[in-house]
DNA sequence: ATAGGGCTTCCAGTAACTGGAAGCTCAAGG
DNA sequence: CCTTGAGCTTCCAGTTACTGGAAGCCCTAT
């Protein structure tokens, strides 16, 4: 299989694909003319890593997972406690960006939005203090 | 006002301010030294920064809304507009979050983290498609 | 022979800093 | 007066995970 084939079976663009092989993810083959010639193993790592970064795994999570994946002997612990972990900064993630959005939210409601200049939004952004007025 | 009590009176790490200025987002004074001298307007918009990168807003909103909190002639609705596409922006971060955190929390649940290698988190990874066993 | 599309590599840029190196300035102590 | 140390300066590199673009080879069809 060419690139352009395991791009369109795995739906990772080319480019993503060079850049794993190049980051030490995957190992595929040359073809005689320089071409990568990827194996069915290659694609399925391809779909693996498509499907852990859409969870959000970070890159170096993905590695760990993938040779976990590849280890008959792991431990499904190993496993289950990368996926914790990245579970724990997604709500930590979640957590911070409710915040925001719970400040900001306030903030856009007591904003007139009009032609006048007078703004809520850049007095509070100027000094959390002067809240009020 | 040297740097380093800026830094204190903002709470802005020392290169972040040298970085903010790097970028066009102020413009601090030369003493005779070289060192830089801060106005408290400098200050001002420091905090100005802090706090609306505090709330998320890219560099780019920053550096429209410190311009918009500069003109006396800006009309809120300007303002509320920038504010209402970042509230949007961060709605859809969370979205995606929880999309994520809800299929990873399923797959954690479903594992038993002990010693054997069977894993569903993995198996999932490997192909949504195995759905069961 | 040539045109095109796919493949190759390599370089640069993205967002917003952060760390580190080399070196100047300033205030205090001996 | 000299030294020491903190604070300041600039510049370069690294971070995350790609993405875009340039220059050029390969293969197939006309």
């Known amino acids: 299989m060419n690139i352009g084939e395991v791009s369109g079976r795995s739906g990772l663009p080319t ?23 990827f194996s069915e193993t290659d694609l399925h790592k391809l779909v693996f890593l498509g499907r852990a970064r859409a969870l959000g795994f ?4 993905c590695r760990t997972l993938l040779a976990l994946y590849e280890d008959d002997s792991r431990e499904s ?9 990245h579970l724990a900064q997604i709500d930590a993630k979640i957590a911070q960006l409710r915040s925001m959005r719970e ?10 939005g009009d032609n006048r200049p007078d703004c809520p939004i850049l007095r509070d952004l100027a000094g ?6």
Chains 1, 2 share one sequence.
Do not use: F, M
């Not at 612990?77 to 972990?85: L, P, S, Y």
């Open 103 to 112: 400040t900001l939210s306030t903030l856009v409601a007591s904003c007139q």
């Open 77 to 85: 612990a190993q496993v289950k406690a990368v996926a914790q972990g």
């Open 58 to 61: 970070s890159i170096e999570d």
């Open 15 to 37: 480019k993503t694909i060079r850049y794993y092989e190049d980051i030490g993810l995957i190992h595929p083959n040359r073809s005689g003319n320089g071409y990568r010639a």
């Open 128 to 133: 959390a203090a002067d809240d009020q007025k």
